[in-house]
């Protein structure tokens, strides 16, 4: 398994400014990723943190909204930019481990945005 | 139609009661199957894989029916701290790579 931590665990935030999340991963791992979960809805991915490049990002997410990084294979950041109410969500940052290529999630961020 | 399907519930059952969930997945380039538990407010967290010979832990089992491509999960003897959201979860492998893929979740609500 993996133990994932994110930092904060929780904001409020005012419209038009950004946060940045960030993703700490206990091992090295190659496939990281950032979700959204509004409440009372199903995991939608926003990207693929990809180490030594570009995220790949998913239809309706875009970098310059939610610029990625990954500097290396147990760490990413997300950055909420320009956020809006509709950005009030939690946030997850999840990795694929074992052998089952199965996912783990950190603890997820809740965002309020005002 | 979505690629990974399941009744959204909720299913409200008594306690020691035995509930069976349902999912249909779409893309034949699923290779690995699960079920992940989310509690209120917290992130999802894995249950148990699901493998063709079936698997059992305690009180719960999973099958898997690749042919039907078909997941079950069965809670025998519900609790109460059974009440929580449950998503069935898809790997796939196919010319797009990697992706996983999940259910919207269905709803358990076990009553005293």
């Known amino acids: 398994s993996a133990v994932i931590s994110q930092k904060p665990s929780r904001d409020i935030c005012q419209r038009g400014t950004s946060l940045t999340i960030q993703c700490q991963v206990d091992?090295?791992?190659?496939?990281m990723f950032w979700y959204r979960q509004q409440p009372g809805q199903s995991l939608t991915l926003i990207a693929t943190a990809n180490q030594g490049s570009e995220a790949t990002y998913e239809s309706g997410f875009v970098i310059d909204k939610f610029p990625i990084s990954r500097p290396n294979l147990t760490f990413s950041t997300l950055t909420v930019s320009n956020m809006s109410p509709e950005d009030s969500s939690i946030y997850l940052c999840s990795v694929v481990a074992g052998i089952s290529e199965t996912q783990y999630f950190g603890p997820g961020t809740r965002l309020l945005v005002l | 139609r979505k690629e990974v399907e399941q009744d959204p519930g909720p299913f409200n059952v008594p306690e020691g009661a035995t509930v069976a969930f349902n999912c249909t997945y779409s893309?034949?380039?699923?290779?690995?199957f699960f079920w992940y538990r989310q509690d209120c407010r917290k992130e999802p967290k894995l249950l148990m894989s699901?493998?063709?010979s079936g698997n059992e832990d305690g009180r719960f089992t999973a099958q898997l029916n690749r042919a039907s491509q078909y997941i079950s999960l069965l809670i025998r003897d519900s609790k109460l701290s059974d009440s929580a959201t449950y998503l069935c979860?898809?790997?796939?492998?196919?010319?797009?790579?990697?992706?996983?893929?999940f259910g919207a979740g269905t709803r358990l609500f076990v009553k005293a």
């Open positions: 893309n034949s380039a699923s290779q690995s």
């Open positions: 091992s090295q791992v190659t496939m």
């Open positions: 699901v493998y063709s």
């Open positions: 979860v898809v790997n796939i492998y196919d010319t797009g790579g990697f992706k996983t893929i």
